[in-house]
């Protein structure tokens, strides 16, 4: 399965961190975007550089996709302006594109039409094709701007996955909270994964 990862610029990066394990580990081909900001994100609480590393988007890049992806071969990463890419076509039929994190300024511009980058058009091509998109929004509090974008998406048929973990299954880890949301988002596009215990299960 051909999935579109877009990881943008809110914090939890370490969401989109363990979405690309698991998307590669179940053997999906990954299309992965990642924007500016999400990249200091990234570059801040997986690296421990900073927020303003003095090291180049590729470079970040490439270690974030060595580090976490189970087959980077499998992963194609693509350029935040690449709007030629078959994903920012309804044409290239990918089923599914997921956005872990997604931060307040890109869930505004999927809802408002106003798209500016790959990340943006890959979510406007799923919604325009009925197709399946999961947004992970991250912010608290939530003011009603964020509120009615988020409301406005899921009318528009997306699936609205805040990062919000459950603690019924008593996770004892950071790693546990992030692999709940993680399995939601896996879950909700039909891969298959043992990310976390389901209720009424033992495993
Ligand atoms: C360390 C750090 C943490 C951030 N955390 C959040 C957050 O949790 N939620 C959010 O919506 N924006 C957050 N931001 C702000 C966004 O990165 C900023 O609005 C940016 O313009 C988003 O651009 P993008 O959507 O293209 O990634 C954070 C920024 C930094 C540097």
Same mark, same amino acid.
């Given at each position: ?19 690309? &394990?698991?998307?590669?580990? !179940?053997?999906?081909? =990954?299309?992965?975007?990642? %924007?500016? $900001?999400? /990249?200091?994100? +990234? @570059? #801040? ?43 920012? &076509?309804?044409?290239?039929? !990918?089923?599914?594109? =997921?956005?872990?994190?997604? %931060?307040? $300024?890109? /869930?505004?511009? +999927? @809802? #408002? ?59 004892? $880890?950071?790693?546990?909270? +992030? ?25």
């Amino acid at each position: 399965m051909r999935v579109f990862l877009g990881i943008s610029g809110a914090s939890g990066a370490a969401y989109g961190a363990r979405g690309l &394990s698991a998307l590669t580990r !179940a053997g999906c081909k =990954v299309g992965l975007c990642i %924007s500016e $900001s999400g /990249l200091k994100v +990234i @570059a #801040h609480e997986l690296f421990g550089l900073g927020a303003d590393p003095t090291e180049g988007r590729e470079v970040l890049i490439e270690r974030f996709v060595n580090e976490y992806a189970e087959s980077p071969g499998e992963v194609t990463v693509l350029g935040l302006q690449e709007l030629t890419a078959p994903f920012a &076509s309804g044409s290239s039929l !990918a089923p599914a594109a =997921v956005i872990m994190p997604c %931060s307040g $300024s890109t /869930l505004g511009a +999927i @809802a #408002h039409g106003a798209g500016r980058n790959l990340i943006h058009r890959c979510a406007d091509v799923m919604l325009k094709e009925r197709r399946t998109l999961v947004l992970v929004p991250r912010e608290t509090p939530l003011s009603p701007i964020y509120l009615e974008n988020l409301l406005t998406l899921s009318r528009a048929g997306a699936t609205i996955l805040p990062a919000m973990p459950g603690l019924y299954n008593h996770p004892t $880890s950071v790693e546990d909270m +992030i692999d709940f949301i993680v399995g939601k988002a896996l879950d909700t596009i039909g891969v298959e994964h043992d990310l976390m215990r389901r209720w009424g299960t033992d495993g």
